[in-house]
């Protein structure tokens, strides 16, 4: 940075996705309600496993991480979104360019090794399900998470910094809606092959390598649950897995594209389109594919909302002291008990 003089840039406009006002005001609904719906859908994720004590299970812990990723990515550029989309010119800081970029990076990195530690826990799961407690203690779940944020957190002081260690002092207009690496290179008041070629190879090496392990251990998973005799067993290892696998696919191959790719093949209206879908719908869409439709976190929520049963409904009718017939009394009474001996369980 030191490079830059005294024409240097200190400010970036994002020109975003559109420059039609009508446009604007729809995506801005658009977008406010896909933001709403990630940070309502993630909490929820969070709160649950943290309030249920059915879900404090190695799978459950790595997909709180991933809902706190979530968040921490969209949070870092969705509101900045949003407030442009509202301004004829949408203008970001070079701190604030700098730093979004950084937690991009950072959690972009982060949940890719996280999603290929999740395919490990699911292959311990599906072949070796006598081992799986001992194999995922709850040590080794903390170690894998912790592994995932430091890489994140390092690899993206090392794309941060090649990004911004180049000069800027000519054009400072972004053609994207947040400070994407691509993007801003662009700009550079110097030759960028150089920053290019590590921002590619650190994209292979991010994205080959815990897709490489993804991709093995379904293959394991594939093998076993083939060998097994039993329908049911082998419904249950497609559901567990299927899941994980549709958000496998919809978040590497949008950031594939992105950054497995020569410049000469970037095209700005089509970049912005692709961050769209692993900057704005990925996200939140992960609650609804991964968790939100599983059994045990409906139970849960059923749980933490009071509405654990239909009897519940009825005990509610008891307590409250409304009459009902003996026979009928007897039986509540008898249903009450064992929901607040599960409850205390």
């Known amino acids: 940075m030191a490079a830059r ?11 975003g996705l559109t420059d039609h006002p009508q446009t604007k005001r729809l995506l801005f609904a658009l977008c406010l309600a896909a933001y709403m719906l990630t940070l309502c859908g993630n909490l929820t994720i969070l709160v649950l496993i943290q309030e249920d004590s059915r879900l404090h299970t190695p ?6 991480h991933l809902s706190l990723i979530d968040i921490c990515y969209t949070t870092s550029s969705l509101p900045q979104m949003l407030t442009n989309l509202l301004s004829d010119h949408g203008t970001i800081s070079f701190a604030g360019c700098v730093g979004q970029l950084y937690v991009n990076v950072s959690m972009g990195v982060a949940e890719c090794f996280l999603l290929a530690v999740m395919a490990y826990d699911r292959y311990v799961a599906v072949c070796h399900p006598l081992h799986y407690a001992a194999t995922m203690e709850p040590g080794l779940c903390s170690r894998l998470a912790g592994t995932c944020w ?4 390092l690899n993206a002081v090392v794309l941060t910094t090649v990004t911004f260690f180049l000069p800027y002092c000519g054009p400072n207009q972004i053609n994207h809606f947040f400070c994407e690496a691509p993007a801003v290179l662009q700009l550079a008041c110097a030759d960028t092959e150089s920053t290019e070629a590590v921002i590619y190879a650190a994209g292979v090496i991010i994205l080959m390598i815990p897709f490489a392990l993804i991709l093995a251990s379904y293959l394991r998973i594939l093998a076993s649950v083939l060998h097994t005799r039993s329908a049911t067993s082998r419904r249950r290892a497609f559901s567990t897995c299927g899941s994980h696998l549709a958000v496998v696919s919809l978040y590497y191959g949008t950031i594939s594209f992105m950054y497995m790719r020569p410049r ?11 961050s769209v879908l692993y900057a704005v719908v990925t996200p939140m869409l992960n609650p609804m594919i991964y968790s939100l439709r599983n059994k045990e976190v409906k139970g ?6 009071g509405k654990t049963s239909t009897e519940g ?3 509610w009718v008891l307590r409250k002291g409304f009459r009902t017939d003996a026979g009928q009394d007897g039986k509540l009474n008898h249903i009450y008990k064992k929901l607040q001996l599960n409850r205390a369980a």
Not at 59 to 64: L, N, T
Not at 300 to 305: D, F, H, I, Y
Request: glycine share 4%.
């Open 264 to 274: 000469s093949s970037h095209s700005p209206e089509h970049d912005k389109k692709v």
């Open 150 to 153: 430091v890489s994140g957190f």
């Open 313 to 315: 409904g009825r005990i």
């Open 300 to 305: 849960a929520m059923l749980k933490v909302l």
């Open 5 to 15: 003089n005294d024409t240097a840039v200190t400010e970036f406009i994002l020109l």
């Open 59 to 64: 799978m459950y812990f790595f997909v709180s």
